[in-house]
């Protein structure tokens, strides 16, 4: 039993699906959402600081 590497991928995941909507709802631009899943949960924390 590997939870420890489940729970990872679901946050991975999970952050990814989160920072494209937060990029897509503030830019509707396909590139910056694409930029923003690869940094995924640094630019939701960015997103969360700076509103």
Known sequence: MDNGKSVVK???GFG???A???S???HQSILWA???GLLSW???I???LTR
């Open 20 to 22: 494209i909507t937060i």
């Open 10 to 12: 679901t946050g991975v």
């Open 46 to 48: 960015y997103y969360v």
């Open 34 to 36: 694409i930029i923003h």
């Open 42 to 44: 640094i630019y939701v």
């Open 24 to 26: 897509w709802s503030v």
């Open 16 to 18: 990814t699906v989160l």
